[in-house]
């Protein structure tokens, strides 16, 4: 559910045109919708209302503070996964103690600035980090607070770019060898175990997965039980996908009604870290038709938007809504919607019936509030889209577009080649 409509057949995010957006501010542009953000988050907040919970949103999805913030008004935490995340995490006023740190490969920097900051855990994924954040908190006479993150080799069934759960991948620690390294870690002097997370893949359109993975952490939490090790956080991961053709996924309340028994008489405190099912289709891409170009076989529509702007496409043959911002009584045609980028794979969409279009005109590529500007790069020197946020009637500019100055920031010639 989200707030991108039509009224009189002009696309509107929330109460303003997309089309007088687009000529304010330009193309190509992301617009986020406030209240999508709002309910989507709410909607977990009420979801796991009965239990004791935090709703760590990753950042990875759309870091751009202004999203960030609204979490945080609302009580949100963040899972970061870089140093970077962190800082924007911090800056956008998410309380540390909301904040977990995961990801494969955590430097010494980034484990000082995270025990510096006091963040609520990390999410250690393997024996070497765990004498590492170990070593780093002694250096800093710190008790470095842990979760394990746990591979429960269970299939998410989604795209394999984006499934992390199965024994092949590089996330977590595998869950036979799970016990051994939470016996590990118990005996480093400056950790102290808190937690056991898992995340088993993204855009998974099934219940069954979660619960799978859920119940083999729980058997393993039963086990350190047993062994004397008590685990405070459950952090759960994220993962639940949102329709971007026409899946049909659970919503944030079939999670809870499916997750919440299993952890009945179980003190816990409950993470989420949901990033797509929380942003996806809160943002949109919009892009202006440079060129029809009739070819020999295709007819292709040139649009300002690359692959540099949203590579989702191009990288995982993402399927993405694509609609006229202006809706035309015209005949349809098949398209292929690409951008300007010298590559053959930066694509929008491949043969996709469209009403046809024209030269000027506006198109709206839909579901990009996740994991659109935030892997963006200047691949051809394109600067980076601006970004707007909508609320009601109002509109408010949340990233400047990049300039040419933006693109040689920092770079310098050597004297030999002055
Ligand atoms: N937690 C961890 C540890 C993660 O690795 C991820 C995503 C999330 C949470 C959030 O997952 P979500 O709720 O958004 O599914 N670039 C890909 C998606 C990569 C996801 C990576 N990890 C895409 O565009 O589909």
Redesign the pocket.
């Given at each position: 559910m989200h707030f991108f409509k039509y009224h009189r057949n002009e696309l509107f995010a929330e109460d303003v045109s997309v089309k007088a957006l687009a000529e304010k501010y330009s193309t190509p542009l992301y617009i986020y919708s406030y209240n999508t953000l709002l309910r989507h988050f709410r909607a977990y907040d009420q979801a796991f209302n009965n239990y004791q919970h935090i709703i760590c949103f990753?950042i990875?999805?759309n870091p751009n503070i202004s999203i960030l913030r609204l979490f945080a008004k609302q009580g949100g935490g963040a899972?970061v996964?870089s140093g970077g995340e962190l800082y924007k995490a911090l800056k956008a006023g998410i309380s540390p103690r909301k904040i977990v740190f995961?990801g494969v490969g955590k430097t010494d920097e980034e484990i000082r600035f995270a025990l510096i900051t006091n963040i609520l855990m990390f999410?250690a994924e393997s024996e070497d980090e765990l004498r590492e954040i170990n070593r780093v908190a002694y250096l800093m006479k710190k008790k470095a607070p842990v979760a394990l993150?746990i591979n429960p080799d269970i299939d998410p069934e989604t795209?394999p770019?984006?499934a992390?759960g199965l024994k092949k991948h590089k996330?977590g620690i595998p869950i036979e060898d799970a016990l051994e390294h939470y016996r590990i870690a118990s005996r480093l002097e400056n950790i102290k175990v808190v937690g056991i997370?898992k995340?088993i893949?993204?855009?998974?359109t099934k219940i069954a997965p979660f619960v799978d993975a859920l119940k083999s952490i729980l058997i393993l939490m039963d086990k350190l039980r047993s062994e004397g090790l008590r685990i405070k956080y459950l952090d759960i991961?994220?993962?639940?996908?949102i329709s971007y053709k026409d899946e049909e996924p659970p919503i944030p309340k079939d999670l809870a009604k499916n997750l919440l028994p299993l952890l009945r008489g179980r003190d816990l405190t409950l993470i989420l870290?949901?990033?797509?099912?929380i942003a996806g289709n809160a943002g949109i891409l919009v892009t202006k038709v440079l060129y029809v170009k009739k070819g020999k076989e295709k007819e292709f529509v040139i649009v300002d938007a690359g692959m540099n702007d949203l590579i989702?496409p191009s990288?995982?043959g993402?399927y993405h809504h694509i609609l006229p911002v202006v809706k035309k009584q015209r005949n349809t045609a098949i398209y292929d919607i690409v951008g300007p980028i010298c590559e053959s794979g930066d694509y929008f969409a491949k043969d996709r019936e469209l009403k046809e279009v024209k030269q000027g005109e506006f198109l709206a590529v839909m579901g990009v509030g996740?994991?659109g500007f935030s892997?963006s790069s200047n691949y051809n020197c394109r600067p980076k889209a601006a970004e707007v946020m909508v609320k009601n009637n109002e509109h408010f500019l949340i990233k400047d577009r990049e300039t040419y100055k933006d693109l040689i920031r920092g770079e310098k010639v050597p004297a030999f080649l002055k």
């Open positions: 990753a990875k999805a899972d996964v995961a999410n993150r795209h770019y984006i992390t996330f997370h995340h893949g993204s855009q998974i991961g994220g993962g639940l996908g870290e949901p990033g797509r099912s989702r990288l995982y993402a996740a994991y892997m």
